[in-house]
């Protein structure tokens, strides 16, 4: 597997438990963020997103929460699975940009 | 398939030798891009482009090149490759370029070691 998880910061949670995953971003004129997973050997997956207008979205098992306010921004997954084991990224868009500024990322372990 | 396609996946090579690392979508999107990610640094852009012929500087420029000379094409070019640009490489394409944000699709990495 790849390297780039080895200085992360881990969430260890039972198999069947919920996990929140949080993201402090950076740019208070950020306008769209997005969910990603990567699992070891592959590329970031979309999970799921939400624009600024809004502060909660639910998706499959996922839902997201953005509080503006102290730019604050989570990932719940209801019932975790071994599947879901992977590194979590969020990423902001800067309004105005056409780009992603990516956080460093949260390894999750599910443990069965 | 709609997919990102990276070659090579792995790749080893001298410091100064020149390289390029390919990229290429199948989903006819406008928007392409390529990261670097680095332990515990996350993805940084390296360079990205807007459209056919339209490139641009990402925040992690410097070593590196790239060229859209077609729309599904999206080559990353490193013309002396130094060893701290060893580093895992992503391309990634999205659809849309608009202010109202994409979700991007990501290729499978490259695997660079510069000796």
């Known amino acids: 597997g790849e390297s780039v998880g080895l200085h992360l910061p881990t969430l260890s949670v039972q198999e069947g438990d919920n996990s929140i995953i949080n993201c402090a971003y950076s740019?208070?004129?950020?306008?769209?963020f997005i969910w990603y997973k990567q699992e070891s050997g592959k590329g970031p997956q979309f999970i799921i997103d939400i624009r600024s207008n809004m502060d909660k979205r639910q998706g499959q098992r996922v839902t997201v929460l953005l509080n503006k306010t102290v730019k604050h921004l989570s990932l719940q997954i209801a019932a975790t699975q071994p599947g879901d084991s992977a590194v979590y990224f969020c990423?902001?868009?800067?309004?105005?940009?056409?780009?992603?500024?990516f956080g460093a990322g949260t390894r999750l372990a599910v443990h069965p | 398939e709609a997919q990102v396609t990276q070659n090579p996946r792995y790749l080893i090579t001298v410091t100064g030798k020149k390289l390029t690392v390919t990229c290429s979508q199948n989903?006819?999107?406008?928007?392409m891009s390529w990261y670097r990610q680095d332990p515990g640094l996350g993805l940084r852009q390296i360079y990205y482009?807007?459209?056919?012929?339209?490139?641009d500087k990402g925040d992690v420029p410097e070593g590196y090149k790239v060229s859209r000379k077609e729309k599904r094409n999206f080559p990353l070019i490193l013309e002396s490759p130094s060893p701290n640009q060893t580093s895992l490489y992503f391309c990634?394409?999205?659809?849309?370029?608009?202010?109202?944000?994409?979700?991007?699709?990501f290729g499978q990495g490259t695997r660079l070691t510069v000796v």
């Open positions: 989903m006819n999107h406008e928007y």
């Open positions: 990423a902001e868009k800067p309004g105005g940009y056409n780009k992603l500024i």
């Open positions: 990634a394409s999205s659809l849309t370029r608009t202010a109202a944000g994409t979700e991007a699709f």
């Open positions: 740019n208070s004129a950020s306008d769209y």
């Open positions: 482009s807007m459209n056919v012929e339209v490139t």
